[in-house]
């Protein structure tokens, strides 16, 4: 059974820092590429980070690029997003999951959802 587990959110004044996790079983992690989404509530999920299988190939969303930061350790299973110079913008619900094909900024290309970790940002 394929799951993704988010942790590391949580309340962080603004222009403080945040480090996702996401651990996943049940797949062959290391072939995957992996991507975080968040949504805001009344929004819709929106892309935000995605990484290769080898960690060779990043891409982020122009609202936080330069801010953020998508790794992983395949020894570990583990993905992660560091998070900087935090915004209230930046509140959301932020999920990871497995890319399937497509376009990777796009959220109905990827499956096995984690439930998600909230991230409130506010002083």
């Known amino acids: 059974q394929v799951q993704l587990v988010e942790s590391g959110g949580g309340l962080v004044q603004p222009g403080g820092s945040l480090r996702l996790s996401c651990a996943a079983s049940?797949?062959?992690?290391?072939?995957?590429?992996m991507g975080w989404f968040r949504q805001a509530p009344g929004k819709e999920r929106e892309f935000v980070a995605y990484?290769?299988?080898?960690?060779?190939?990043?891409y982020y969303a122009d609202f936080v690029k330069g801010r953020f930061t998508i790794s992983r350790d395949n020894a570990k299973n583990t993905l992660y997003l560091q998070m900087n110079s935090l915004k209230p913008e930046d509140t959301a619900v932020y999920y990871c999951?497995?890319?399937?094909?497509?376009?990777?900024?796009?959220?109905?290309?990827?499956?096995?959802w984690g439930q998600g970790t909230l991230v409130t940002v506010s002083s």
């Open positions: 999951a497995v890319r399937t094909g497509g376009n990777y900024g796009y959220w109905r290309n990827y499956a096995y």
């Open positions: 049940g797949r062959t992690f290391s072939s995957d590429n």
């Open positions: 990484i290769t299988w080898s960690g060779g190939s990043t």
